[in-house]
């Protein structure tokens, strides 16, 4: 049976002991965790515990349809032979209101042991020390690549003329680039040491009124990124990896990301990679090659839209994935729609890409969609494919039907479901595999 479990479930049993004391063994909780073997390889139990948290405004919504989904996906695709053993974890609003952190060390220590986990959306608090919880976690457990899918949904409404020529996974490096969060107030003592430091040994003139950031970009992170969106590419025959970057003018840091990821692609992908320009000189030689290419950001974002059909796999720096992938999913009707994981070498939490929409919170008029793509991709992370692709056809058949919710029902001008119906049409169109 598939169960949600909130709290830690325990047994008592007593024993006489020699002294006839009485003895009572408490087994804390009858959860089966992933484990890690060999140092990266998911070893999955038929019902793994899978940590979530639900999140802020919409996030309870949205988390508690995906769980309904996602039960009845395994239902479908194994009946009752695999199982989630969902454990709840406190982070956000509730977790201040319950133990006066947003993020307590208990709920950390939960993710870190559940290894794999979803997220609905936290709202940033103000104060803290630290500027975004999701940041937080995602440097926490060393996440470095943000992944975002993007694909169309016939029946969706957007803003370009041929949609369904968007299938693109981005790979965003998560862990660098200007949000390292290093960076100082233009009228700070860091910011004027700073900029007596860059005046007097590098002869770089800088105004009193200028803030600095920094913008680190190094060879390790840039190269594991890469290396992550290489393997994936080999994995799903993927055609081609689009290195992304602004290197013509920030050289040692885009330009390096560009050059360290035509590196490992021939370091070690050699056998199953081309070069573009070898690849345009004879396409029927290297047709069955995965195609490596580069482009300049700001170009970037046309060729995605004049040349669509010509990109696939994307690996990109922080700053430009952010802007990317909010820009390629408008194409195909908004971030409602996109999903996003974030993964390490071996921890992953996957979440919604949106916030929390407040002036939807608690009126179960949320889309799920984005966390209950995300939620599919988790599937297929810890090996689940079956079921990720019971719930992605039954999502697709949803919006081919128009089986929408208001911000999609506003568009085209029907009557919308709520959150909690959209999840229950999801659920009777789900075919087991
Ligand atoms: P937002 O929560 O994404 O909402 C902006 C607008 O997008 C909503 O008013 C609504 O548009 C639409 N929207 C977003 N998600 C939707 C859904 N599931 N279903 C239907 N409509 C949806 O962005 P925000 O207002 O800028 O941010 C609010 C809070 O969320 C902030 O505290 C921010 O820090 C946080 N945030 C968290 C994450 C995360 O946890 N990963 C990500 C982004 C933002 P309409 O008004 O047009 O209906």
């Not at 490596?292 to 796999?313: A, H, P, S, W």
Request: charged share 25%; hydrophobic share 35%.
């Amino acid at each position: 049976m598939n169960s949600i479990s909130n709290s830690a479930c325990y047994y008592a049993t007593k024993q006489e002991g020699k002294d006839n004391h009485l003895v009572i063994h408490f087994m804390y909780d009858r959860m089966t965790y992933i484990e890690v073997k060999d140092g990266s390889r998911l070893v999955v139990p038929d019902n793994p515990t899978i940590g979530y948290i639900e999140g802020d405004g919409i996030g309870p919504d949205i988390t508690k349809t995906t769980i309904q989904v996602v039960n009845s996906a395994l239902e479908a695709a194994y009946n009752d032979s695999r199982s989630i053993e969902w454990k709840k974890i406190l982070a956000g609003d509730e977790a201040m209101e319950t133990t006066g952190k947003h993020l307590p060390q208990e709920s950390l220590d939960e993710l870190k042991r559940c290894i794999v986990s979803m997220k609905g959306p936290l709202t940033t608090p103000i104060g803290e020390g630290f500027r975004s919880l999701n940041v937080t976690l995602r440097q926490y457990f060393d996440l470095y690549a943000n992944i975002r899918p993007i694909k169309y949904f016939p029946g969706v409404p957007c803003p370009v003329v041929h949609p369904e020529n968007v299938n693109m996974v981005i790979f965003r490096e998560n862990t660098e680039d200007v949000y390292s969060g290093i960076e100082w107030r233009y009228d700070s003592e860091e910011a004027k040491k700073l900029r007596n430091y860059l005046n007097t040994e590098f002869g770089v003139k800088l105004t009193d009124d200028t803030g600095i950031g920094i913008k680190p970009i190094s060879r390790f992170r840039s190269t594991r990124l890469v290396r992550k969106a290489l393997n994936f590419a080999v994995d799903n025959s993927r055609k081609s990896v689009t290195l992304v970057h602004k290197g013509n003018i920030m050289k040692y840091t885009e330009g390096a990301f560009k050059d360290w990821g035509y590196q490992v692609a021939e370091n070690e992908f050699k056998s199953k990679i081309v070069r573009e320009e070898d690849y345009l000189k004879n396409k029927e030689e290297f047709k069955d090659k995965i195609v490596v290419k580069d482009r300049i950001t700001d170009n970037m974002f046309q060729q995605v839209l004049t040349r669509t059909g010509e990109y696939d796999v994307i690996a990109t720096t922080n700053l430009n994935g952010d802007y990317l992938s909010d820009a390629i999913a408008a194409q195909v009707g908004g971030i409602g729609l996109a999903p996003g994981g974030n993964v390490g070498d071996i921890h992953a939490i996957f979440e919604a890409v949106h916030g929390t929409a407040p002036k939807y919170a608690g009126l179960d008029l949320a889309n799920p969609t984005s966390l209950l793509l995300s939620a599919s991709m988790m599937l297929t992370y810890i090996g689940w494919k079956e079921a990720s692709k019971v719930m992605e056809d039954a999502i697709t058949q949803c919006y081919k039907e128009k089986k929408v919710t208001q911000d999609i029902a506003r568009l085209i001008g029907i009557k919308e479901l709520k959150c909690s119906e959209f999840g229950q049409e999801v659920i009777k169109r789900m075919v087991s595999s």
